[in-house]
């Protein structure tokens, strides 16, 4: 069964700083892999997503994310955060057959600093 | 049009009420879902329709009915919840199979059981 860990429950950054919100994943080949971000009490919006080619993506609003597949990660980063940038985020796996049902990770809630 | 829309945006409703939550999407896409979702927690999985019909119920109680009437509309009954049923109801959409299907989540509908 596939699975996903994100292990930072909550993470706070100084605006302007950078940022890297971690995800790890258990998985039998190399899965389908997604980062959603989610203000309070709206839907998900997808930022950006993995399935193949060049292990480095690049997504809406500034953030890039990194698969390692060595390491069983996809990790997300953008390099100055925004106060508007404070917002729930979600790592999501998912076989490349079925992308539509995904397994999300717990989520890490991103606080922004003045 | 890459829009899922969701009506209401908030529902309050009695344990005796009958009441029902809209999706609609004009994406063409042929796979449809409905996800629960508690505060801070990642969206739950109810149900997944795809072409119109029923593929996947994660042993969802009886009180919630869902409805897919035509492809670019999703329904969800609901009959008799439980204050415990209080969440976001969000809905999805993605092509069913194939590569490229990963899900457009919808704004959600607050539901608060009295």
């Known amino acids: 069964a596939q699975s996903v860990t994100q292990p930072d429950i909550h993470i706070t950054v100084s605006e302007g700083a950078s940022l890297e919100l971690r995800c790890n994943y258990s998985y039998g080949a190399t899965p389908y892999l997604f980062w959603y971000v989610q203000s309070p009490g709206q839907g998900l919006q997808l930022l950006l997503k993995?399935?193949?080619?060049?292990?480095l993506v690049q997504g809406i609003k500034g953030f890039e994310a990194e698969f390692k597949r060595s390491q069983s990660s996809f990790n997300l980063r953008k390099p100055s955060v925004h106060w508007s940038d404070a917002a729930e985020y979600f790592c999501?796996?998912?076989?490349?057959?079925?992308?539509?049902?995904?397994?999300f990770g717990d989520g890490t809630t991103l606080t922004v600093k003045p | 049009d890459t829009e899922v829309t969701q009506t209401p945006k908030h529902l309050v409703m009695g344990m005796t009420n009958k009441k029902s939550l809209k999706c609609e999407q004009h994406m063409g896409h042929r796979a449809m879902y409905w996800y629960k979702q508690k505060a801070k927690k990642p969206p739950e999985l109810m149900f997944v329709y795809s072409y119109e019909k029923l593929s996947i119920n994660e042993s969802v109680p009886s009180r919630f009915s869902p409805e897919c009437p035509n492809s670019s509309l999703l329904n969800l009954h609901l009959h008799a919840l439980q204050p415990e049923d209080s969440a976001l109801y969000l809905c999805a959409s993605s092509q069913p199979t194939g590569i490229d299907n990963e899900q457009f989540f919808g704004p959600g509908t607050r539901l608060t059981v009295l």
């Open positions: 999501a796996v998912a076989r490349r057959t079925n992308a539509g049902k995904s397994t």
């Open positions: 993995y399935f193949s080619g060049d292990t």
